[in-house]
């Protein structure tokens, strides 16, 4: 079956520049969780939505970073005046329960390189 | 708050061997801790996950244990293939919470043929 897909799988932006990055979980999950990965590092938690609601943001690194998930299903996560320090792989996972960090599937991710 | 140590940033192992891994978290014991692989260019897949009041848990020729004395879990494979190359990832609750989870930097784990 499908699994979690994200796209695109690679961004070049300009500083300066707004991105928006998709998620698409797998059908039905509840959970989606979004995370930043940093080269050599392990996945770090930005925030989480139980269906439409966006429980926990307390991971986004300022108020340039922005996700939605208006039906439940597909999610987004904006960047708005990318720096480089933005520069990262950003991995959308999901899970089937609610609440629930028993099995999370993640998908391939989006690598964002910002000159 | 927690920190997470996985022992090391490279581990080579010899095919054929048993390939242990470690991670050691500093603070309040978690209510579980999962480990993850993750390949170059791919997402996380979760592997296993052991619950506080499990000392061990098996999967093939995997096996994780988790002893809370040591703030420890260590993470084998057995019978080690190349095809097991990767990163693995340990990860842990956040106290007191059921929806969110930290993750270690990972080992990456050779081997050799």
Redesign the interface.
């Known amino acids: 079956g499908a699994g979690v897909s994200q796209s695109p799988r690679y961004k070049v932006a300009k500083r300066g520049q707004d991105v928006a990055l998709r998620c698409d979980p797998i059908s039905g999950h509840v959970s989606l969780f979004w995370y930043q990965q940093a080269l050599g590092q392990g996945p770090e938690f930005l925030t989480y939505f139980q269906n439409e609601a966006q429980l926990d943001k307390s991971g986004l690194p300022s108020d340039r970073f922005f996700a939605e998930r208006p039906e439940g299903s597909v999610s987004t996560l904006k960047i708005q005046r990318t720096q480089q320090e933005d520069s990262a792989v950003y991995l959308c996972a999901s899970s089937p329960m609610a609440p629930s960090t028993d099995t999370q599937y993640f998908g391939p991710g989006t690598r964002l390189t910002v000159l | 708050s927690q920190k ?1 140590e996985q022992n090391s ?1 490279a581990l080579n192992i010899q095919e054929g061997k048993t390939a242990t891994l470690t991670c050691n978290y500093t603070n309040y014991s978690p209510a579980y801790l ?1 480990w993850y692989r993750q390949d170059p ?6 592997l296993l ?1 052991i619950r506080e009041n499990e000392k061990e848990k098996r999967k093939e020729r995997l096996k994780v244990t988790f002893d809370t004395t040591l703030k420890q879990s260590l993470f084998h494979i057995t019978a080690s293939q190349p095809a097991d190359s990767a990163t693995y ?1 340990c ?1 842990l ?1 956040v106290w007191n919470r ?9 080992t990456r784990l050779h081997i050799l043929p």
């Not at chain 2, 260019?41 to 979760?46: L, S």
């Open positions: 997470i940033e999962q260019g791919r997402g996380p897949v979760f996950l990832l990860a609750d059921d929806d969110k989870i930290i993750f270690g930097k990972g």
